[in-house]
């Protein structure tokens, strides 16, 4: 089959099969690109879709960018069942399998350091949401109604039922903060490394309540049970809080040194926008 070479992950080789029909970005099933001690997880793509001008314009096509990132995804998600993969950005592309080799060769030190430090490793991720109490809609601890307000019989009244819901909102926030404080350093001593993101916003994600966590931790497989369980236990530890676990994923949070985002050069490689935690 002709096309571009499209670019998953770089990977130390690995002996176990990838699961029968997978198949990755624009249908073509994945396969290994042995380079020295170092492999590329690479499949064919059409110029047309992918070429250097093409791209630019399907990258603003938001239908064709989440089907590329889906599938994209699924063979990370398959080669982190079998390995330990380095995710590369979305929509890097190279000309043909000597271009993705030329690659390999630049960045070989960088991807042998990155690997190393990942090894038998996997990311974890944890967020922590909390909702504001609202009088007449929630209890002290916010988990059960409460009776309406009265309503304000004066100015003076209505603003002293404005300050008490604004102490409590304050108090709720603060039990948020710490909370997830607390959360963050215990899941952090049970993990080899971890990051802090940004707090998403609700008007993207579309998640109730404000993030006051969200963070990626590098955890052992073989440490990953307690981890889960560690989780687990602090969900009902604190009323209004909610927390929310996500993995094993590949470690996207700790490749480190960006050999992932070489820089595109001309038709031979292109590199898509970074994508966060995840494609």
Excluded: C
């Excluded at 630019?56 to 990132?69: K, V």
């Amino acid at each position: 089959m002709t096309g571009l070479r499209y670019v998953y992950a770089v990977s130390r080789p690995f002996d176990a099969a990838l699961q029968a029909q997978l198949t990755g970005v624009a249908g073509d099933p994945p396969r290994l690109l042995p380079h020295g001690d170092l492999v590329a997880v690479v499949s064919h793509v059409p110029e047309s879709d992918f070429g250097e001008e093409a791209l630019r314009s399907r990258l603003e096509d938001l239908d064709w960018l989440t089907a590329t990132a889906r599938a994209h995804q699924q063979v990370i998600d398959a080669l982190t069942a079998v390995t330990t993969p380095l995710p590369l950005r979305l929509a890097t592309v190279f000309r043909d399998d000597s271009g993705v080799r030329v690659m390999l060769q630049e960045r070989e030190e960088a991807f042998r350091r990155t690997l190393g430090r990942l090894e038998g490793r996997v990311e974890w991720g944890v967020k922590v949401y909390a909702e504001a109490e609202k009088t007449g809609q929630a209890g002290a601890e916010g988990t059960a109604p409460s009776r309406p307000a009265p309503k304000p019989a004066s100015g003076r009244d209505y603003l002293l039922q404005r300050r008490r819901q604004s102490r409590a909102n304050e108090d709720m926030w603060s039990r948020a903060e710490e909370f997830a404080t607390k959360l963050h350093a215990t899941l952090s001593d049970r993990a080899d490394d971890a990051r802090l993101h940004a707090p998403q916003n609700p008007r993207l994600s579309g998640a109730a309540g404000r993030n006051v966590l969200n963070a990626a931790y590098l955890v052992g497989r073989d440490a990953s049970e307690e981890f889960v369980e560690t989780v687990d236990r602090t969900k009902d530890d604190v009323p209004g809080m909610r927390v929310e676990l996500t993995g094993p994923w590949a470690a996207y949070s700790f490749a480190g040194e960006g050999p992932e985002a070489a820089e595109a050069e001309g038709t031979g490689q292109a590199a898509g926008e970074g994508e966060g935690e995840r494609p």
